[in-house]
């Protein structure tokens, strides 16, 4: 089958740009896909994706013409229905023949093969494989219509008819023309209202000639390029502003460096297709409005790249992404220099009007503003926090830590009363950090309010001192339990009040500090500051949101590496203390090194269902009701390690304590190969089922055993 390559484009208006990067590679790998489910692409067949802010193209290497005939085994019916007495066809299998083209047929040239407990019938044909035109006709419908479109226009169609604009289309934009050949060849396709040709659009000032003709489809990029300006891959654009953005930060020296930001630079080559990277500045004096607010307003507002010190510090230059290349740069330059000092103003404004308030005079204001409609008011949320945080750093530090902790949590929310929140939401906290330094509240204060939001997102630093720390803990943990309280709970991919993310926070928190708090009853004193806010009894929302967190770690430590049954056998046993998790993984790991390991691990499972089944039992053992020679050394064995196992399992060396363990593993084979547990006599039942409680008891300090069983 000989094969040549596709290339296919549609030509539309501007794309949005925060979905082009992926609009790009779908339309190529959805192509590819479609073609290869109708045999027209073969397996190898590779797929260029090319995307550019007003085209989608993709470019598949080894297209046939014609895709291959194909064999195909058709089931009709069972023999019994198909077939009367004499072996002649049935009025069902006649009618269903007709459906398939048959007109005349020969009974004897169906197959016969079973199908599951009866025999079938079955008509073997061949079928023609689809031409190009037709498959890539399909092809196209079908990747339009799976294409990730974050919003469907509708628009008209002009129409040869008296009616114009009778007829509408539905897309991500208005498309204008389709590109399609096989090599040097048109593919005859309509898609959008649309007949493709040769001919395509290169940039809208800047194109050598209009329209671009491409003689062959393995020219696209380098056509578009030399005759059109315009830089077709998303991936080669993404790169050449890139350099160009590096290229022109060394330039200017004093180790400078445009801010890394990967989705500013993702959108932004979503913005051009010929980009040219330019140096512009504003008057240093905005520099004293913290560098938070002018990068913000720079990066979102003007999509520009603010540069950095050698320092980290903002300097008072900035890079713009042109989409044209003029031989003087100075108009484009000072328009955007004139277009961003209004922005850098408005930032000023906010701070100056900001700083003429304290936020202590904006506590009372927090009132007015509604957190939630069954729990009440972000003032009332304040005071459940301030609460939270004390308990969380008495605990941790004392009356000290206590009181700066109750401090920054009264203010940390009053920040989101403030014009550069108000304009800025991105900024909460951060701001409040800088207002707090201004009223002269201290560092650490101004950092607890600053960090209460971290971690915001997986990755993110934790809060840098333990004031953050309390009440950033405090902050998560009322989100969490007033949400599972009040029933709003996470569904499926819906998770509005981020409670995930909040639950992963805690997680960080208390593991990675290793913090001296238990869990349960942080849940249970959070729950206490909700008052009448909540039903009274929080067993039920507080044991799903324990479930909920403990589900969150499960899957974190999954991805970093522990298998499943060495989470599992960690997390069955609910530790309270989540710094001691990874403490516990390790020990685990170690001792399913061992060689006892297994049968340990399956002697326990045994103990468990065994213990599962009678009422329970008091962990004792009387040595006079000691017989068999197996259960007496037995309990000689434990008696010798389990005490050394709890010494170390006390000490805080959970591999240790779990290696200790495997000195048992002898006497208990051998008490299960010699001893009847459940024996007739009471007393020598429950003394036998008092010594599998002690080993049980011992056996799963440090995680549950019995989950490492195969």
Same mark, same amino acid.
């Given at each position: 089958m000989s094969t040549q390559n596709l290339l296919v484009e549609l030509f539309v208006e501007e794309l949005p740009p925060k979905a082009l990067k992926k609009l790009g590679e779908a339309f190529a790998s959805q192509l590819l896909e479609q073609l290869q489910g109708q045999g027209l692409a073969v397996a190898d067949s590779v797929s260029t994706p090319f995307a550019t802010p007003r085209r989608l193209a993709a =470019?598949?290497? *080894?297209?046939?013409?014609?895709?291959?005939?194909?064999?195909?085994?058709?089931?009709?019916?069972?023999?019994?229905?198909?077939?009367? %007495?004499?072996?002649?066809?049935?009025?069902? $299998?006649?009618?269903? @023949?007709?459906? !398939?083209?048959?007109?005349?047929?020969?009974?004897? #040239?169906?197959?016969?093969?079973?199908?599951?407990?009866?025999?079938?019938?079955f008509y073997d044909s061949r079928v023609a494989g689809a031409t190009l035109a037709d498959g890539l006709q399909k092809a @196209?419908?079908?990747? $339009?219509?799976?294409? /990730?479109?974050?919003?469907?226009?509708?628009?008209? &169609?002009?129409?040869?008819?008296? !009616?114009?604009?009778?007829?509408?289309?539905?897309?991500?934009?208005?498309?204008?023309?389709l590109l399609a050949l096989h090599g040097a060849d048109v593919v005859p396709v309509e898609i959008l209202g649309l007949k493709s040709g040769r001919e395509t659009q290169g940039h809208r000032f800047e194109a050598r000639v209009s329209p671009v003709l491409l003689a062959h489809a393995d020219a696209y990029a380098d056509t578009l390029r030399d005759d059109g300006a315009v830089i077709a891959s998303f991936a080669a654009r993404r790169a050449e502003i890139a350099r160009q953005l590096a290229a022109a930060?060394?330039?200017?020296?004093?180790?400078?460096?445009?801010?890394?930001? #990967?989705?500013?630079? #993702?959108?932004?080559?979503? $913005?051009?297709?010929?980009?040219?990277?330019?140096?512009?500045?504003?008057?240093?004096?905005?520099?004293?409005? /913290? *560098?938070?607010? &002018?990068?913000?307003?720079?990066?979102?507002?003007?999509?520009?790249?603010?540069? &950095?010190d050698a320092a980290g510090k903002l300097t008072h230059q900035f890079l713009v992404v042109s989409n044209i290349c003029p031989d003087d740069a100075s108009q484009v330059i000072g328009g955007?220099?004139?277009?961003?000092?209004?922005?850098?103003?408005?930032?000023?404004?906010?701070?100056?009007?900001?700083?003429?308030?304290? !936020?202590?005079?904006?506590?009372?204001?927090?009132?007015?503003?509604?957190? =939630?409609?069954?729990?009440?008011?972000?003032?009332?949320r304040v005071t459940r926090v301030r609460?939270?945080?004390?308990?969380?750093?008495?605990? @941790?530090?004392?009356?000290? !830590?206590?009181? *700066? %902790?109750? $401090?920054? %949590?009264? @203010? %940390?929310?009053?920040?989101?009363?403030? #014009?550069?929140?108000?304009?800025?939401?991105e900024l909460q906290g951060i701001m409040g950090g800088y207002y707090a330094r201004h009223d002269g509240l201290g560092e650490d204060v101004a950092l607890a309010i600053e960090d209460h939001y971290k971690p915001r997102f997986a990755?993110?630093?934790?809060?840098?001192?333990?004031?953050?720390?309390a009440v950033a803990l405090a902050d998560k943990l009322e989100t969490l339990v007033g949400m599972f309280g009040s029933g709003n709970l996470p569904t499926g991919d819906k998770d509005p009040f981020a409670l995930r993310r909040h639950a992963l926070g805690v997680i960080r928190m208390l593991g990675e500090l290793s913090l001296a708090l238990d869990l349960q009853p942080l849940l249970q004193q959070a729950y206490a500051a909700f008052g009448d806010k909540l039903p009274a009894d929080g067993a039920a929302p507080l044991e799903a949101l324990a479930q909920f967190i403990y589900d969150r770690l499960a899957g974190s430590l999954r991805e970093q590496g522990f298998s499943a049954q060495e989470v599992d056998a960690v997390l069955a046993l609910r530790p309270q203390r989540l710094g001691e998790v990874g403490k516990r993984l390790s020990a685990v790991r170690a001792f399913a090194a061992l060689p006892e390991a297994a049968a340990l691990a399956a002697a326990n499972k045994r103990i468990a269902n065994i213990l599962k089944k009678v009422p329970p039992v008091d962990a004792h053992v009387s040595e006079l009701l000691l017989q068999e020679s197996a259960e007496v050394a037995l309990y000689a064995a434990v008696q010798t390690v389990v005490p050394q196992a709890n010494a170390l399992f006390d000490a805080g060396d959970y591999t240790a304590s779990l290696q200790a363990l495997a000195a048992l593993r002898a006497p208990v084979d051998a008490f299960f190969d010699g001893v009847m547990v459940n024996a007739e006599q009471l007393d020598l039942r429950l003394n036998r089922q008092g010594l599998l409680q002690i080993l049980h008891a011992a056996m799963n300090r440090v995680a549950d055993l019995s989950k490492l069983a195969a």
């Open positions: =470019h598949i290497t *080894q297209v046939a013409a014609k895709a291959a005939d194909r064999q195909v085994l058709q089931k009709l019916m069972p023999v019994s229905v198909g077939l009367n %007495a004499q072996g002649q066809a049935t009025p069902a $299998l006649t009618k269903k @023949l007709l459906a !398939l083209g048959l007109e005349v047929f020969c009974v004897e #040239d169906l197959k016969r093969a079973p199908d599951g407990k009866a025999e079938a019938l @196209l419908q079908e990747t $339009l219509a799976k294409l /990730p479109i974050p919003k469907v226009m509708s628009y008209q &169609l002009e129409s040869d008819c008296e !009616l114009p604009g009778w007829s509408s289309v539905n897309f991500v934009r208005p498309a204008h023309k930060a060394q330039k200017i020296g004093g180790g400078c460096k445009p801010i890394e930001d #990967d989705a500013l630079l #993702d959108e932004v080559t979503g $913005l051009v297709e010929r980009p040219n990277v330019l140096v512009c500045q504003f008057e240093p004096e905005f520099l004293e409005v /913290p *560098q938070e607010c &002018l990068i913000l307003t720079m990066k979102a507002n003007q999509k520009y790249f603010p540069l &950095l955007n220099e004139r277009v961003v000092r209004p922005r850098l103003a408005d930032a000023k404004f906010f701070y100056d009007q900001d700083r003429k308030k304290t !936020l202590a005079s904006r506590v009372a204001s927090l009132d007015k503003v509604v957190y =939630h409609n069954k729990l009440g008011t972000q003032g009332e609460a939270i945080a004390k308990g969380i750093a008495q605990a @941790l530090g004392g009356g000290a !830590l206590t009181a *700066q %902790a109750d $401090l920054a %949590a009264q @203010l %940390a929310k009053t920040d989101l009363l403030t #014009d550069m929140v108000g304009e800025f939401p990755g993110d630093a934790l809060p840098r001192n333990t004031t953050g720390v």
